[in-house]
Structure formats: structure tokens, C-alpha cells
């Protein structure tokens, strides 16, 4: 009888370690996917909810005011963001189950082909860490958009060029190793909501321009937090009415301080509460169609 001996290991030369993701063990588990998108979306959204505070500057620019002036502070924007939260919570849920479904549906209907698939790119570092370093460039289209107009074109090749030129190396470094490329899921999702949130930015100004120019405020802005109320205004010491009892627009308040938007002079001003009474108060009021600001403004 010939004994068979396994080849010995040669310590000089080891042979390669084998590149695998960290959750390739429950690659099929629906949890294990779960927890992979979870791992993104909470960067995204934290960044989101960072940015979201420029946008709010954005908003009350237009008025010529800051959000302080109008009494908004990050606490204050908190808790008008908590409607805007369960929102997406609501919407966000059912969509994600909806992907995850239609994920699972793709694979059945093609004999476990889609998944090979994906699973085969995910093996790949170098076409892995280009897709996410061509996503990681084009998340700068709403920064560039901030400060001009940038077009599609322009777009695709700031998006290579970026994505070619600063990610692309530093993201195939860090899928050597599980830690490496967990920090580059945060950090794919950090610049993703980052590039959501300038978006949103842009969004709110164009939002907030359009309530000054026609007296109603979008969905966006209502989602935001932002307060569509309007009042007629009433001497504190002889309950007579200010400015011939038009409708004004309430900002903010801060420091015993109203700020108010006259919609037909187009024009923002303060007045003391304690010589100033709120009354017909409304929020979100219907405006007949084609109404817009400025009449008096015209006039003058």
C-alpha cells in the first residue's frame, strides 16, 4: 500500500488570500441583505438631515432674513423635521420591501442567474470599487448645480473624471479587508446623501422663490417643515387693523419679535408682538388661479 502525502505548504511563498466579501456567508439570507442596505441608508440619511440646515438658509434667504431671525434653530428644525421623518419612514419601508421583493422575483425567474451575477461583480474589486466610484461622482451633481447650472453632458464627465480619478484606487484599496470595505459603504452613502441633500437645496430655494412671487408654498416646502401661515394684522392698543387689512405672511418669530412677508408689496418687515394682534389666521390658503404678488409693488 503507497501512503499518499498532501503537498507541503511552502512558508517562503503562501499562496494568495482569497478576496471575499464579509457577508458572503449569508449572501441568500434576506436579513443578511437587509442589513446590508441598512448599513447605507442610515449615512444617507444622516448626511441628508446635515445639509438640510443650508437648505433652510436657502429658503429664508429668499425672504432676506435668516432662520434665526425667524426663530428656527437646529432644535426647532428637529422637531418640524419629525412629520418629514415618519413620512419617509412610511413611504421608504414599503419601497425598500418592494426592491428586496423585486429582487428576490428577478433571481427565481431567471434561475438564480441575477444573483450569480451580482455576485460575481461583488468578487470583482476593481469593477466593484468602479461602479461605486462612478456613483460616488455623480452624487456631485447637486454641489455643482448649487453654485451654476451645470448640464447632463458636463455631468458624465465630471462624474468619470471624479469618480476615474479620486475614488477608484482608494476604493479598490479598501476591499482588501472587511473593515475596508464596510468604510466604503459609509462613505458611499455620506456622499450620496450629501448629493441628495444639495438637490433638495436647490428644491427649497426654487420653492421659496416661487411662494414669494405666488403667495403658496409647494409640497416640499409643507414637507420641510415650513409654516404657510398667513394672518391680518390688528393694532395691540385699539384692535384697528394694520396695513388696510391685507393678508400677511408669518415667517417666524424671535426675541418678541413677529417677522412677517407682505405678499403684495413684496416686501419683509418686523413688528413687536406686544403692539401686534394676529387675527383670521390661516394656514395653506387657497389662492385663486393665477394669483400672484407684488400688485402694490407694481403700482409704486
Known amino acids: 500500500m503507497i501512503d499518499q502525502q498532501l503537498p507541503a505548504h511552502d512558508a517562503a511563498n503562501p499562496a494568495p488570500p482569497v478576496e471575499t466579501d464579509e457577508s458572503d456567508a449569508g449572501s441568500g439570507s434576506v436579513v443578511a441583505l437587509l442589513e446590508r442596505i441598512a448599513s447605507i441608508v442610515l449615512p444617507i440619511g444622516v448626511a441628508l438631515y446635515a445639509v438640510l440646515y443650508l437648505g433652510v438658509e436657502q429658503m429664508y434667504a429668499t425672504f432676506g432674513i435668516s432662520p434665526q431671525q425667524a426663530g428656527i434653530d437646529q432644535s426647532v428644525l428637529f422637531g418640524r423635521l419629525m412629520g418629514t421623518l415618519v413620512l419617509v419612514l412610511l413611504f421608504g419601508i414599503p419601497a425598500l420591501g418592494f426592491i428586496v421583493g423585486l429582487g428576490w422575483l428577478i433571481n ?22 468602479l461602479i461605486a466610484a462612478l456613483w460616488c461622482g455623480a452624487t456631485y451633481w447637486g454641489f455643482f448645480r448649487f453654485f451654476g447650472d451645470v448640464g447632463f453632458s458636463v455631468m458624465v464627465v465630471v462624474a468619470v473624471g471624479l469618480g476615474v480619478l479620486t475614488f477608484l484606487v482608494p476604493f479598490r484599496l479598501l476591499r482588501r479587508k472587511p473593515v475596508g470595505r464596510a468604510g466604503m459603504k459609509v462613505l ?32 416640499l416646502l ?13 393694532n395691540g392698543d385699539d384692535d384697528k387693523p394694520l396695513y388696510d387689512g391685507r393678508w400677511m405672511m408669518l415667517l417666524g418669530e424671535t426675541d418678541s419679535t413677529y417677522v412677517f412677508y407682505d405678499c403684495d408689496k413684496q416686501e419683509t418687515f418686523r413688528r413687536g408682538m406686544d403692539g401686534t394682534i394676529l387675527s383670521q389666521i390661516q394656514l395653506d390658503p387657497e389662492r385663486e388661479k393665477g394669483f400672484t404678488c407684488g400688485s402694490m409693488a407694481e403700482q409704486e
Open 108 to 129: 427565481k425567474v431567471t434561475g438564480g442567474t441575477a444573483g450569480r451575477a451580482v455576485q460575481a461583480i461583488r468578487r470583482r474589486p476593481w469593477v466593484a470599487a
Open 188 to 219: 458611499v452613502g455620506g456622499l450620496t446623501g450629501l448629493g441628495l441633500g444639495f438637490v433638495l437645496i436647490l428644491q427649497m430655494s426654487e420653492g421659496a422663490a416661487d411662494l414669494a412671487d405666488t403667495g403658496h408654498a409647494s409640497l
Open 222 to 234: 409643507d414637507t420641510v417643515g415650513f409654516q404657510d401661515q398667513w394672518a391680518v394684522l390688528k
